[in-house]
């Protein structure tokens, strides 16, 4: 059956064809409960979806589909290391590295938590030795910076904690490079100090084509300075294969391993956040990876009905599928968490951007939007014009940390402020009454008639916002940890993979391809990559 046959799809498509008339502000007039009745909490994050489009008929429609779809079933045979990414075989397991110690999880005859722990170990005295000056480089001098080489999951994941956490971070400095193109990898060493600059380069295979072009590169810029012997003392790995890591010049012992199960965009719980574990220090580390395993609990736990990441995954596809909204906005109101949306960017989008079911038949509805958005109150300068007038209707999700921790709390109110005005104002809108009273003192006739049409705000536009206490270690991992299993219950709704992608590994092959034209091989191009390669060439 096609899941737009379904009968909870049926009800939900009935639903929508009378949304139109349900108007926000008029639910809130007849409901002053409302704001409490649609909100939850857990793990120290609060979420209000009272501005969305629902009311109770929907809602329990929209949970009576969590249902039909699985979701507690499929929820329980992910967290039990069933192999769900069927493509690959392959079980996803990253909650499991967030797991205490001495809850043993077999997958393969294997116990995943001690495997975890062991490595986990292993990061926290290797941290310990580079913060302490232990561990010195080729010159016997600490290391002072710290550059981690990746590339997607490898340096998106591991970026945005450093940034997020900056003010948590004492150790070394630390500098990510992921660009192929060259002038990120040559600002970041510019500054630096070969016989002081530790390198981790990230990569599972350790054949991934960004990642080590840069790490040949880095590799150069420090045997030019230090000699080949210093490779081994200043080059560390994080890699499942062995073989390629030494043949680089990197001892075994230098690997931090990790696993099949560990998807790239979610591998930042892993040793792919050993950059992490030195810059915060094992101790704040451990209250990061808490603060998931803390809303892991809450997600395999809670009734769909109060449980945060459920409920923002049935309101994600009451827009996407029944509203029609074309995208999903994310507005932080924090300036560290300037890279929290590219990281959820690839979270949400590699993962659930498919166009066929598991079983491999076409899914005939729209799957994941577009997901854009910047922090507050930058956005409010650039594309909240569109939110408020344009003539698509863009869900936002508001993020709001509400201690600040700088020493102005002029800037903090003016930033709650604009946070909570924004979600009142796509809400409410302003009607053409509204905007008559406030021009009728100025203007008049047809002055004001023609000014009316370009001052009205339609309102009615939903929104979610998620009160978090403070950003802060514990609070930043919840949250992460609530949008990815948004994201997977997103692909149970669409009855979609979510944790292979294909579509990556395709351009890898075809820069392959080019790479080899490049070099005077004969191989075969489409006329327009032919061309554009030859005008490339003469430039």
Known sequence: MMLT????????????????????????????????????????????????????EVLDALLALADQQQVAARTASM?????????????????????????????????????????????????RRLRSAEY?????????????????????????????????????????????????????????????TLFIVTSKTFTTQETMANARAARQWLVAALGEAAVGQHFIAVSTNADEVQRFGIDRQRMFEFWDWVGGRYSVWSAVGLSLMIALGPDRHGQWLAGAHAMDAHFRSAPAASNLPVLLALLAVWNRNFLGAPSQVVAPYAQKLERFVAWLQQLEMESNGKCVHRDGRPIGVASTPALWGDVGTNGQHAFFQMLHQGSDVHPVDFILPLKADHPWPEQQNMLVANCLAQSAALMRGKSADEVRAELSSTLSGAALDAALPHRVFPGNRPSNTLLLPRLDPFHLGALMALYEHRTFVLSVLWDVNAFDQWGVELGKVLAQTVLKAMAGQGVVLDSSTRSLLNKSLTI
């Open 5 to 56: 046959d379904t009968p909870c799809w049926q009800r939900l498509t009935t639903l929508a064809q009378s949304a139109g008339s349900l108007r926000l502000v008029d639910c809130f007039a007849v409901d002053p409960d409302r704001a409490t009745r649609y909100a939850v909490e857990a793990c120290g994050l609060y979420l209000d979806y009272s501005k969305q489009r629902i009311d109770a």
């Open 79 to 127: 967290f039990a290391g069933e192999r769900i990414n069927h493509t690959e075989r392959r079980a996803v397991l990253h909650t499991a590295l967030r797991a205490p110690r001495g809850q043993p999880l077999l997958v393969d005859g294997q116990d995943v938590n001690a495997d975890v722990h062991a490595v986990l170990d292993r990061m926290k005295e290797f941290a």
């Open 136 to 196: 010195r480089g080729h010159r016997d001098e600490p290391f002072t910076d710290v550059v981690n080489i990746g590339i997607g999951g490898s340096d998106l994941g591991p970026r945005m904690v450093n940034e997020s956490l900056i003010d948590f971070c004492e150790g070394p400095r630390t500098h990510y490079v992921a660009n192929v193109d060259g002038a990120q990898l040559q600002s970041v060493l510019a500054g630096l100090d070969p016989a002081r």
